[in-house]
Nanobody
């Protein structure tokens, strides 16, 4: 069993930065794929970034490449998402997700993740 708790969301102007953190509990963290997804109002949840299992990748949604950085600390059981040059389109609820069994080809598929945090709101004003 894995429990995930996100923090770090907030309101920021376009061009600004935020750092999201996800604290995980559970024995399988080091070998779990950790990911960030987001969901804007009226839209489906979409993949943002992930690290595959212990240290594979990272992998990013095309529109965040060069602006977002995901990092995983296996010693501290945390995964973070540094978001720079934020745009209004980045607005949404950001979710941390984890799974220890999914395969690489499914890394961006939200249905393959067994564990989810409660989400943290990110709002980027224009």
């Amino acid at each position: 069993q894995v429990q995930l708790v996100e923090s770090g969301g907030g309101l920021v102007e376009a061009g600004g930065s935020l750092r999201l953190s996800c604290a995980a509990s559970g024995q399988s963290f080091s070998r779990s794929t950790m990911a960030w997804f987001r969901q804007a109002p009226g839209k489906e949840r979409e993949f943002v970034a992930a690290i595959f299992r212990s240290n594979g990748g990272p992998y990013y949604k095309e529109s965040v490449k060069g602006r977002f950085t995901i990092s995983k600390d296996n010693a501290k059981n945390t995964v973070s998402l540094q978001m720079n040059s934020l745009k209004p389109d980045d607005t949404g609820v950001y979710y941390c997700a984890a799974d220890s069994r999914l395969i690489l080809s499914s890394i961006s598929d939200a249905r393959q993740y067994d564990y989810w945090g409660q989400g943290t709101q990110v709002t980027v004003s224009s």
